[in-house]
Each structure stands twice: as C-alpha cells, then as structure tokens.
C-alpha cells in the first residue's frame, strides 16, 4: 500500500469512528452523571432504543425534525423517571430497575411501532426534512487541497451532522459542570457520601433526580442520532448492545469525562475498523475473518467488565439507595 492510499484509508477510518462514537458518547456521558449521582444506571440501552423509536416515529409524521428529537428526548425522559422514582423514591434494587427499563423498551418499540405503521416493528424511512444532513465547516472546501491538515479539516472534521458536533461539545461541557461549579461539587458529593451532603443542608434526592434525568437527555439525543443521522428509519433493537458497551467505556474511563470520550473513540475505532476492513490479511500470512473483526467491540467490552484493565473504583455510595435518618 502506497503512502496515498495509506492517508486515505486513515481519513476513512477517522471519520467513521467519529460517527459511530457518537451514540457512546451520548450513553457514556448518560451513565457518568447518573452513576457520579450515586444511581447505577444498566437502562441506557433502553432509553436509546425508545428515544431513536418516537424520534423516528414523529419524524415521519410531521416531517419536522425537531419535532421527533423533542419526542425522543420526552421518551427518554420518561423511562429515566420511572428508573428515579423506582431507584431513588421506593428505593429499589437499580440493576432490577435498569434491565426493566430495557425489556419494556424493546417490547413497547416493536408493538407501539407494528400498531402504528404496520411494519413489523418498524418505521417507514424518514423524508428529507426528517433527518439530519452533514455540515459542511467553514473553508472546508477551500482548504481542502493544503497538504495533509487540509484533508483531515475537510474529510474528518467537518461534514458531520448535528449531533456530532452537539456530541463533542457535551464532553467538555460535561467536565465544567462536574468539576467546576457547586452544582458539579454536590452532584460528586451525593455520589460519595449522601449522609454528609444531607446533613449540610443539600437534598439528595432532588439532586440524584436532576442526575437521572439529564441521563434522560442525553439518552435521547443518542437514540435521535442513531434513527435521524446514523440511520434514515427506525430498526427493532437497532441500538445492537451500545447502551452496554458505553458501561464498560465508563468503568473504563473511571468516571471522568474527558477518559469517556477516550475510550469511547477506542470502541468506536474498533468498530469502524470491522465495517471498513472486514477481512484483515496479516503480512500474507492469514487472514483475520469477518466475524471476529465485528466481534472485536465486544470482546473488549467483556474484557473490560471481566476486570482486566486496571482497577476502577466506582463513587463509594453508587447502588445503594439512601434513606435520610431521622
């Protein structure tokens, strides 16, 4: 392979984990807020799913696009209140509330979505007006032809859709809030001892509420990019295990958000890898089939959960329900 093509194959490459990355960003960051709060949230897998089905639904419908990512998010929403007020309210067993999130959203998608369009759970694909186009930044076009950071501005940077771009921004956003505002402080501080916030006058639970539903939020717009930007329509289960592999990004990362986006591009490169490479043909020697490239994401995921890369601490009252002494 020549140098030429090499820097292409590279571009390629890079842009595709950038756009696969972006739903886990989206959960990954979901599941930091929620857990940095205290509440273990496995349902992130579900508010994607039930968000990328309303965003498509009433995309279709209205043919307005925002008009489905404010449904989707809505959806989303609602599941995470029903994971608050099981988790934090009746002080529930999270992991027991987590995979019911999960099992009604995977039923409630394929039944809401044969009752509405008869498809079989499916929606019809989405107008023009429906989804989300590709940005083109300014000077891409112009600064293409500059050797090597032309390209990478051009092909890799711009040309994405919303989302990305929304995706990107969060992530820092995300650490500002966290570590740099007294919200940030309080939301940790619930996460790691609840009794001493409570006693300082700061309620936990309207905090573990805004944590879980900010989760919410970004849930949906995860699940708005998947049916609206990586697709054109919505497919039963088509969230295919993100909402759990952007778990294993979190323990991965230790909680932290810039270590999310990190190890979010790592699965996300993975990923693209097994899309644009299916067949890897080692020096001539053998070559890697198909079904292990497509595996590779979530082999890592097992790995990770498995416990093999390092030790990550999670916040000291995550799981545990708190109940204010009297």
């Not at 925002?66 to 599941?79: C, Q």
């Not at 186009?133 to 859709?161: N, Q």
Request: hydrophobic share 55%; proline share 4%.
């Amino acid at each position: 392979m020549d140098t030429a093509n090499f820097f292409l194959q590279a571009l390629l490459t890079a842009d595709m984990t950038i756009r696969v990355s972006v739903v886990l960003i989206f959960a990954c960051l979901a599941g930091l807020f929620s857990e940095r709060a205290g509440i273990f949230d496995i349902g992130l897998e579900g508010k994607m799913l039930i968000s990328a089905f309303f965003t498509a639904a009433v995309s279709y419908q209205t043919g307005y696009i925002w008009y489905g990512v404010a449904a989707g998010i809505a959806a989303s929403m609602v599941f995470a209140l029903i994971h608050g007020v099981a988790s934090i309210t009746f002080r529930g067993n999270q992991l027991i509330s987590g995979v019911a999130i999960n099992f009604l959203a995977s039923g409630l998608t394929v039944v809401i979505g044969h009752a509405w369009f008869k498809k079989g759970g499916l929606t019809p694909p989405l107008s023009y007006e429906g989804r989300f186009h590709e940005i083109t930044l300014p000077f891409a076009d112009a600064l293409r032809d500059v050797p090597i950071l032309g390209p990478i501005y051009a092909d890799v940077i711009s040309g994405h859709k919303l989302l990305v771009y929304v995706a990107m921004l969060i992530v820092p956003l995300t650490w500002w809030l966290l570590f740099r505002t007294r919200f940030g402080l309080r939301l940790r501080a619930v996460g790691e001892n609840p009794a001493s916030v409570d006693t300082a006058g700061v309620s936990v639970v309207r905090y573990r509420y805004a944590a879980v539903l900010i989760a919410g939020v970004l849930c949906g717009l995860g699940g708005a990019y998947l049916s609206t930007s990586q697709g054109a329509a919505f497919g039963k289960e088509m969230t295919a295990g993100r909402g759990f592999i952007a778990l294993a990004a979190l323990i991965f990362s230790k909680w932290r958000p810039w270590y999310a986006l990190m190890a979010c591009l790592l699965f996300g490169f993975l990923e693209a890898i097994s899309n644009l490479f299916p067949n890897i043909n080692v020096f001539g020697l053998f070559e890697i089939p198909v079904q292990f490239t497509q595996a590779l994401p979530y082999i890592l995921t097992v790995v990770i959960l498995a416990g093999f890369v390092g030790k990550a601490i999670p916040p000291r009252a995550g799981g545990e329900p708190y109940i204010k002494e009297r």
